[in-house]
């Protein structure tokens, strides 16, 4: 095959694997979770409500969140830049859930304040 063939071919693969990649992704509805005790380890959950109490150490932030029941899930935060959260704060989280000492504690991957 000529060079120019090779070019418009490859490109065309990567606009359509582009185009899967995305159209397989908006299908995709975490479902917002109201206790994490019952989802298993490592599947990524998105959590709902306010920031009932906050731990920012260094490069880490804990907080805890209270549901729209009355439970309470740990968030573990590993920041990279400066986060502002106080408690009152009403935010959505995604993340990964994690077993750590017994207790099911979310990893977060992206907080949003509302």
């Known amino acids: 095959m000529e ?3 090779l070019k418009k071919v490859s490109l065309l693969v990567a606009v359509l694997g582009l185009l ?3 159209l397989i992704a ?3 509805d975490l479902g917002v979770v109201e206790s994490i005790e019952g989802v298993p ?3 990524e959950v998105l959590v709902k409500g306010f ?3 906050v731990s920012d ?3 880490v932030m804990f907080l805890e969140v209270e549901n729209q029941k009355v439970e309470e899930t740990t968030i573990v ?3 990279d830049s400066e986060i502002f959260l106080e408690e009152g704060d ?3 989280v995604t993340g990964t859930v994690e077993d750590y000492n017994g207790k099911k504690e979310v990893i977060a991957n992206k907080v949003v304040k509302k």
């Open 3 to 5: 060079e120019n063939t």
């Open 20 to 22: 899967g990649l995305w």
């Open 26 to 28: 908006s299908e995709v």
């Open 41 to 43: 380890e490592g599947d």
């Open 51 to 53: 920031v009932s109490r």
């Open 57 to 59: 150490v260094e490069k």
């Open 77 to 79: 935060l590993f920041k």
């Open 90 to 92: 009403y935010v959505e």
